[in-house]
């Protein structure tokens, strides 16, 4: 599918075919992005607006789609509250929901050991388990906004940079599987002793 127009648009609950392409990942109502204009959220945003973004500064929103979930009858789509300061001092500045298939960029001068890059994708969900992220439990539905651009990008939510595609956007940065997350877990969260014997235990 060609998107031809800026649009917004919403897609059902029900698990009928749809034509909209996009990814699964998104943010909830009532995230905070920053904008041109200061900081606004998600929802308000309408195509054209222009968002402030890691790799290319503001950039104008192409498409937005708002997804409903019935958690009822797919429950495993519940949002991941990752809490204020859970990845260091203002990371994030206060607490982000996030699809649990939401990648979130962590960065850490160790990484390129472990994984050859010094930033790294990981999903939401993989996060899990870890004091400050945590599932979201007692909902019956949410509404998830996803933004699309001109290319891939890296917005801010509370100063922690999330991954929002396009659809099937390439990036540069290595996206984790659930065991590497472990990984760069440790990585961040233990002394240079404990990260030497961890890699000398990986080759």
């Known amino acids: 599918m060609t998107q031809q127009t800026i649009t917004t648009f919403r897609l059902p609950a029900s698990k009928g075919k749809t034509v909209a392409r996009l990814s699964p990942t998104g943010l909830t109502v009532g995230t905070a992005l920053m904008t041109m204009d200061g900081e606004r959220y998600v929802e308000d945003l309408k ?9 290319y500064g503001a950039q104008k929103v192409k498409c937005i789609a708002f ?4 958690l009822t009858v797919s429950p495993e789509r519940a949002p991941v509250l990752v809490h204020a300061n ?10 982000v929901f996030l699809a649990p298939d939401q990648r979130i960029a962590l960065r850490h001068r160790m990484f390129d050991q472990f994984f050859g890059a010094r930033e790294v994708l990981v999903s939401a969900r993989d ?15 949410i509404t998830y906004v996803s933004l699309v651009f001109a290319r891939h990008q890296l ?3 509370g100063n ?6 396009p659809f099937a956007g390439v990036s540069t940065r290595p996206s984790l599987s659930a065991s590497d997350a472990r990984i760069a877990l440790g990585v961040m969260s233990e002394g240079p002793q404990t990260r030497e014997s961890r890699r000398s235990a990986l080759h």
């Open 155 to 157: 917005l801010y939510c």
């Open 67 to 70: 997804r409903d979930v019935d």
């Open 47 to 55: 195509p054209g607006d222009r968002v402030l973004t890691k790799d």
């Open 86 to 95: 859970a990845f260091g001092a203002q990371l994030p500045s206060r607490p």
């Open 160 to 165: 922690l940079a999330v991954d929002l595609g």
């Open 127 to 141: 996060l899990i388990g870890r004091d400050a992220v945590t599932p979201v439990e007692g909902l019956t539905s």
